[in-house]
C-alpha cells in the first residue's frame, strides 16, 4: 500500500529509524520534515491528513514529540481519524476498532523498536466493521 509519512524535528530520528525497518515493501509518499531544524509539527500533519483524505494514501504514519500534536492537527481534516499508539494493543485496536488510518507516534515516548512493532501491527489488521462502523457514523454526523 502506499503510506504518506511526515515528521517534525522531535520526530525526524524516529521516522528515519522506521524508515529503515518498519515499512517493508509499502511504497512511502514523503511529506517532510527531512532534518532535525525545530519546525511546527501542523505543517506536516496536514500534508499527510489531506494526501490521506485524496486517497493518494492508504494510512498515514506521523511522528512528533509526543503524538499528540500531530492527532489533534490530522483529525481536523474529513476522513482523517488520526491515533496516537503506545503500543502493539492500542495500534491493532486503532484499527480494528476505529479504522483509524493515521497513527501517531511520540519520539520522546517509544523507542524504535516498540515503534517498529506498533507500525507492523497498525500496517496489518483490518478494520472489523459491524457495531464499530456504526459508532464511527455518529462521529460524522449519521446514524443514530
Ligand atoms: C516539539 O517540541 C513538540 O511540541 C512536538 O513535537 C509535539 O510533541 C507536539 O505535540
Redesign the pocket.
Known sequence: MVIAIGC????FALMQALRESAFGDHRLLDRGTHDQSPTD?PRYALAVAKAVAAGEAERGVLV???G???AIAASRIRGIRAAVCTNEYTARMARAHNNANVLCL?G?VVGPGLAEDIVRSFLRTEFAGGRHAARLALIDGQGN
Open positions: 517534525d524535528h522531535a520526530g509539527y512528533c514529540g509526543t499528540i500534536g500531530m511520540g520522546r
